[in-house]
């Protein structure tokens, strides 16, 4: 089984990077909504399944992953079983789809 490293610092700054051009994006009545109603921020203080459930749902290619591990500096991520048969094919698709972070 591969795994992939992602450097948590990097997700957080990605992940923070989104939230802030989607606030600049949004219309004047939708950021009242979002600010009334949903926490904003704090990827810092994330748990590590958090933080890769947050990057999945900003990079659909991430559906194929699962959190394998992490540790202080990197969350470990591995291909799904069910997709194990096409797991080189994902591996690289990954790697170019995170090249964004």
């Known amino acids: 089984m591969k795994k992939l490293q992602v ?4 997700v957080k700054n990605y992940l923070s990077e989104r939230l802030a051009r ?5 219309d004047e ?4 909504t979002v600010l009334r109603y949903n926490a904003i921020g704090g990827f810092e203080y994330l748990s590590d399944e958090d933080l890769f459930e947050f990057l999945s749902t ?4 991430l559906d194929f992953l699962q959190l394998a591990g992490s540790d202080e500096e990197y969350l470990h991520l591995a291909v799904k ?3 194990r048969d096409e797991e080189d094919a994902i591996v690289i698709d990954i790697q170019r789809a995170i090249q964004v972070i």
Do not use: G, H, R, W
């Open 7 to 10: 450097s948590k610092n990097k």
């Open 58 to 61: 900003s990079i659909p290619e």
């Open 29 to 32: 009545n939708a950021l009242i």
């Open 81 to 83: 079983k069910e997709y």
């Open 22 to 26: 989607s606030i600049v994006d949004a």
